[in-house]
């Protein structure tokens, strides 16, 4: 049996939600899910993987079509298992190696902060999406650290993003778990033309 048939992720953790002011361009309340790992290797290591495009290609839920560790560059993001193909042209618009990375995937804000942890990292994630596919965001999240951490200890059991994540069991206990967790119903299956569907990463 691989690593990859052997993957179950563990409970939902590590996550919050808050509400924003104003509405985004949906005309829907802004939140932000913020997502926090500790893992086990160093910020220096976590960050290659947050900006290089052969990392990101191994647990990612887009592909880049160039390094995101550089303030004011221009990469284009291609949303990984999305129903049509979804590229978005990004601009970095802070890479602080490697503590901050920021810039925007799909309209949607990416804030990644990484803090010395002992001798790893604690990683958060802050992105807005909208409220009701919020646990989904936060599911496929999990899903894609666990990737990344099982990528950076050697170990790799390959990118699970969109339609495979969802498929798969664990996420559809995540998703519920991280619902129950954010006090929200769980949307319609499957969602009706969402862009944020997309981002069930």
């Known amino acids: 049996m691989t690593d990859r ?4 992720p563990g409970p939902a953790r590590g996550a919050r939600i808050q509400k924003d002011w104003g509405q985004n361009d949906n005309n829907e309340e802004k939140w932000t899910l913020i997502l926090v790992r500790e893992l086990r290797h160093s910020p220096e290591k976590v ?10 290609h191994e647990w990612a839920p887009f592909d880049a079509d160039g390094n995101l560790g550089t303030v004011g560059t221009t990469v284009k993001l291609t949303t990984v298992g999305a129903p049509t193909p979804h590229v978005t042209e990004t601009k970095v618009t802070r890479a602080d190696a490697p503590e901050v990375l920021e810039y925007n995937w799909g309209g949607f804000d990416m804030r990644w902060e990484l803090e010395v942890l002992g001798s790893g990292t604690r990683m958060t994630l802050w992105t807005n999406i909208g409220r009701r596919y919020i646990a989904m965001g936060a599911a496929g999240w999990h899903i894609c650290f666990d990737v990344l951490d099982h990528l950076l200890s050697g170990t790799p059991i390959g990118r699970m993003v969109g339609p495979e994540a969802i498929k798969f069991g664990g996420w559809q206990r995540l998703h519920a778990e991280y619902a129950k967790q954010f006090g929200i119903e769980t ?8 862009g944020d569907m997309n981002r069930g990463v």
């Open 47 to 56: 960050w290659q993987a947050l900006t290089d495009p052969a990392h990101l």
């Open 187 to 194: 949307p319609n299956w499957p969602p009706q033309g969402s």
């Open 5 to 8: 048939e052997q993957y179950a």
